[in-house]
Nanobody, 121 residues
Framework: QVQLVESGGGSVQAGGSLRLSCVAS???????MGWFRQSPGKEREAVAP???????NSADSVKGRFTISKDAAQNTLYLQLNSLKPEDSAMYYC?????????????????WGQGTQVTVS
């Protein structure tokens, strides 16, 4: 069974930075992974997926501020969050699917981490 464990969330002031990490277990090499976020009362939205070839496609709301990267050897996914805004406050989730082809639809991902909270004031 694939397991995903996130870390790195916290509370920061607007303009600050955070780095989220997601360690994957039992995930095939090259599988698609991604970051999603969800605020209270809102639907879960894709932040940035990364496919098995390293291609990414960040949401327009975070382009230029958030960077997704992956250490394939360590099977670890990262999300660098810079220039944070209050509207970035949300629970951030790491997700994975076995295919190397990616998607920005949360329903296409069968594996999810427990989430890590990001709060920007």
């Amino acid at each position: 069974q694939v397991q995903l464990v996130e870390s790195g969330g916290g509370s920061v002031q607007a303009g600050g930075s955070l780095r989220l990490s997601c360690v994957a277990s039992r995930l095939p090499y090259g599988a698609c992974m991604g970051w999603f976020r969800q605020s209270p009362g809102k639907e879960r939205e894709a932040v940035a997926p990364i496919d098995g070839y390293g291609n990414t496609n960040s949401a327009d709301s975070v382009k230029g501020r958030f960077t997704i990267s992956k250490d394939a050897a360590q099977n670890t996914l990262y999300l660098q969050l810079n220039s944070l805004k209050p509207e970035d406050s949300a629970m951030y989730y790491c997700a994975a699917r076995l295919s190397s082809r990616c998607s920005a639809v949360s329903g296409d991902f069968p594996y999810w981490g427990q989430g890590t909270q990001v709060t920007v004031s």
